[in-house]
Each structure stands twice: as C-alpha cells, then as structure tokens.
C-alpha cells in the first residue's frame, strides 16, 4: 500500500503529524498505523495538559464539546515527603515555568481517541491493531516504508490456522512516533549513529492508578507533585496526585531509571508511598479502578538525538521531549509532529521523497520545543549527581537564574552512564523487606495488570528476546541478585529457584504491559522487547 506520509505510533505526536499534513495539503495520503487493539489503548500519562500546542493545532478545540479535556487546573501544590508528615512549599519558590495555571487535567487516551476521530474527519486513514515491525529500506539504505507484522506465527514460530502475512506501507516519508524506546525508533537511531553527538539517554518508570474517592476528599482540578520518601535520598523520582473531575483522582509514582539499588522495586515503593497518612487518608474508603504502567524520557534537551534520517524522522517521546521537572512532554510532542509533518508536507510539495527533513532537525532547539527544555537541561545531572536534597535545591536555583538572567551558571551538563551502568552489584547493598499488599490501599502486581485489561495470545513467539540466558544467569542473577524481578511493574520476569544449582528465567509475557523498563534497566542490555501481534497488550480506557 502506497502513501505520501506514513505515521508509526497514534499518539498524540503521530495524530498531530497527521493532522497538520491534510491541514497543510488535503489532498497528501496519510497512514498512521496503531499497535493498540484501539486508539488510545496504549497510551499511558500523567496527565497534566499544557494546551499550547493543542492551541496551535486546532484553535477551535474549546467550542467542541466532544474534545475531552474539561478540567481547568484550580490548585497548584509541592510537598517534601518524610514517613510520617510532609512540608509543603510554597508557590513563591518554584520558578514560573513550573506554575500549571491555564492547564487542563486529562486522560490522555482520551484526548488521543479524540485526535484520532479529527483526523479521520479530514481523510487520514488509522489502522489500529497493526503493530510496525519492520523498516523497508530501498538499495541506498533509505527508509522508505514499514511492514507490520505477521499474524497467527505460533510460539514454535510456524504459520498457525490463523496466519496472517503482514503488510507493507510504503511511503515518501516515514514518520516514527511510537513512544518510548520504541524498536524502530531504537534500530533507527543504531543504523544511522542519530544519538552519537547526544548525551546517553535517561528514562523513569511512571506507575499510575486510577481511583474513585468518596465524594468529600474530592477537589476537581487540585495538581500536586511530591519529593522525598518512600525513596531515600540517593535515589530520584516522585509523586503526583492530579484529581479529575467525577471523584476521580490519578495517583502516580516515578521512579528515575538510575538507582543505583538491585534490590529496589518501583512498585513496591508506589504501594509504600500510598500508606503515607496523607495518601492513605484521600484513597480510604475509595476505589482502585484502573492501573498502568510506562518508561518516560528524561535525558532533556542534551540527550535528544538527530530527529532525521533518510526517509524520514524521529516526534514524541521517540525523540525525548519530556521537561522533566514540569512532568510534562504532550504539549512538545504535538509541536514536534507538526514541525514534521510541515517539513515532509513542503518537501512533498517540491517533489521530493525519501531524503531528510533537515528544516525539522533545524529548527527544533530554536521552536517552542526548545525553549521548554533548555531552561531546565541541568535538573535531571543535578539531581541525579548531588541526590534529592542538594541536587533538587540546586536545580530550582538553576531554573531562576535561566528564568531571570537567561543563562546557567552550569553550563549544559552532561548524564554519564546510562541507568543500566548506574546500577550496583547486590553485594553493594541489602535487600529490601516490602510489607505484604493489604488489598484495600496496596496491591500486588498480578491483581495490578488485571487492572489494565492486558491480553496476549499465549501461543505466538515471546516479544521479550533474551540474547543470551547463560549472561542473564551468570550476570542478571548472580551479580544483580535478579533485578529483573522487581524492576519489572507487571511480574513478567521471575527466577525459579526450585533447583538451587540451576535456577531457570521466567517469562511471563502474557503479563506485559509495554512499558519497555526491561530494555532499558536491563544491566547487560540482554533483553530486547519487540512488538507482539497487532492489536495485543494492555487496553487504557480513562488513563
């Protein structure tokens, strides 16, 4: 199947990108394909809405009544956690860019539902459940389309009654929107050397509930962002609690890729954090109804590689827009699939294809994009350099002085090792003793990914490839004490122990939840995810 723009990912960069080109040129064939069953299914956020780039895309979102994005933010807070109290900090302190007055809470797979039917109303062609598992490359090594995966290959890796061949789209330009770390994107950025000028980039793990709440604790629009326990003081991440409208509220945890601790769960310390008395406080006597899981891009504005290759560019969190203290990367990935899609609509336009879209590539650090992310690029080196007291100080000081003087008394600083490197031996370190879920304010990881509606067909080739099992034994067990197994949010890793000479790696696929932590945290970079059969993994609803 032939196209002028083929879109990988319906996210909220890929929806853009496809918007803006019939928006630039109706009459150009837009294709984006969706590896979720639906739009939406996949899509994981915070999600605290910066409409800027929304404002931009479609000026007349707010008179369509259909757009759901209904509740303006009313209350900003920022609280220290210790195990018991907590220190709010006032307002004053946090630099202007961090203030999220004129912002909308939402559920971003709503949002991208909602995209999704604007961009079928001008003519572009979604086609969900059609997971892109292929680059197409032509004799001069340019991109020139994608192939989706077969369907029905059996685990024993043969045609089962269900065959399917997979399809081919061709088109003259290849945008690739998938989200984090996602396979082309990463094949990509290999094949082409797109990251060798950039800094090593950085992720957290982001777990998030969604929960029912009795109708007296609830404050519709209330943003709050935390710090500080469960984690120690060595270790980066944190909180929100964002409330919705209809006694709703989103509670998430971000764990920073980095820690250096094996025996650390980010889950684990995402049920923790809600047995603090203020959590516990707002969740009792409510009701746990949704739960998710996903990698978030942290490295900023020095770890974003070159966006184009021949053939086509990187948008969205396949490129790493997030501003990590604000929380926020939706408003940078829409602008960053209509900054793509005008380049590839003009060089369409000009009768070109396949080559790079250099005016992109150009004109991102100088766009919108570019002055969110510069201001804060030394947040995350600071924190993760001098820990959550001194480095977070450090790094609100940093934000003043680029807010009110234009510069940084830092410079542009580099991350280092990347989260795999960063972590310790076992021997390093004790283990951690998790008390058991209570069922009512803490949860176990099975009952979890009930939650998130997750289904694989059992009976198809694993998607998560281990290179080498007797480098995960004699390394990711022996010297890491099986990290996997509680870096994972979703229990799809376990060691067998039941032969203590020849303890066997556990694959529960079936589980997964695509949040692509193993390929990042992995200590040997061993495990590679893959996408499943189209169509397959979990299915967000409100999330």
Request: charged residues 20%; proline residues 7%; aromatic residues 8%.
């Amino acid at each position: 199947m032939e196209f002028d723009v083929v879109i990988v990912g319906a996210g909220p960069a890929g929806l853009a990108a496809a918007i803006r080109c019939k928006q630039v040129n109706p009459d150009l064939s837009v294709v984006v394909l969706e590896k979720g069953a639906e739009v939406g299914a996949h899509i994981l956020s915070g999600c605290v809405l910066d409409p800027s780039s929304l404002d931009a895309l479609l000026p007349d979102w707010r008179s369509d009544e259909s757009a759901p994005i209904r509740q303006p933010v009313t209350k900003d807070r920022f609280f220290l956690y210790g195990p018991e109290g907590a220190v709010r900090l006032p307002n004053a302190l946090m630099p202007k860019l961090m203030s999220n007055h004129g912002n909308f809470v939402v559920s971003l797979s709503e949002v991208c539902r909602w995209l999704g039917s604007q961009a079928e109303a001008l003519g572009v062609e979604i086609y969900p459940g059609f997971a892109a598992s292929e680059l197409i490359l032509d004799e001069e090594d340019r991109v020139v389309g994608v192939a989706t995966g077969d369907m029905g290959i059996t685990r024993g890796g043969e045609p089962g009654p269900a065959y399917q061949r997979g399809m081919a789209l061709m088109g003259k330009y290849v945008l690739i929107g998938e989200g984090v770390r996602g396979s082309l994107a990463k094949d990509l950025v290999d094949r082409y050397g797109l990251a060798q000028n950039a800094e090593p980039q950085k992720y957290g793990l982001g777990i998030k509930e969604l929960w029912e709440i009795e109708p007296a604790k609830a404050m519709p629009g209330l943003v709050q962002h935390s710090f500080g326990w469960p984690l120690d003081l060595s270790t980066g991440g944190g909180s929100f609690l964002y409330h919705l409208e209809g006694n709703r509220v989103y509670v998430g945890f971000v764990v920073h890729l980095n820690y250096k601790n094996p025996y650390l769960s980010p889950f684990e310390e995402f049920q923790r954090f809600k047995t603090h008395p203020d959590i516990a406080e707002l969740l009792r006597g409510g009701k746990r109804i949704a739960y998710g899981a996903r990698a978030i891009t942290e490295g900023g504005w020095q770890s974003v590689p070159n966006l184009v290759f021949p053939g086509g560019a990187l948008i969205g969190c396949a490129a790493g827009f997030v501003n990590v203290p604000r929380i926020k990367g939706v408003h940078n990935a829409i602008t960053s699939g209509m900054m793509a899609a005008e380049a590839a609509s003009a060089a369409i336009g000009e009768g070109r294809s396949a080559d790079r879209l250099q005016p992109y590539e150009d004109g991102w650090r100088a766009s919108a994009i570019g002055r969110d992310l510069q201001p804060v690029c030394n947040v995350k080196p600071l924190w993760s350099r001098f820990g959550t007291g001194l480095g977070v100080a450090l790094g609100g000081i940093d934000m003043w002085c680029n807010q009110l003087l234009g510069f940084s008394l830092f410079g542009t600083m580099g991350h280092g090792v990347t989260d795999a490197e960063a972590t310790d031996p076992a021997d390093k370190h004790r283990p951690i003793a998790y008390a058991k879920p209570d069922g009512v304010l803490t949860f176990d990881r099975t009952s979890s990914v009930f939650l998130s509606n997750t289904n694989h067909e059992e009976d198809q080739p694993v998607h998560l490839q281990v290179r080498d099992l007797s480098l995960q034994k004699r390394s990711e067990h022996d010297v890491y004490a099986g990290l996997s197994q509680r870096y994972c949010p979703a229990a799809v890793y376990e060691w067998d122990e039941s032969d203590p000479n020849d303890p066997r790696f556990v694959i529960n696929a079936q589980n997964c939840v695509h949040c692509k932590t193993c390929s990042i945290k992995d200590p040997n970079g061993n495990i590679r995810w893959v996408p499943p059969q189209g169509g397959e993994g979990p299915v967000y609803a409100s999330m």
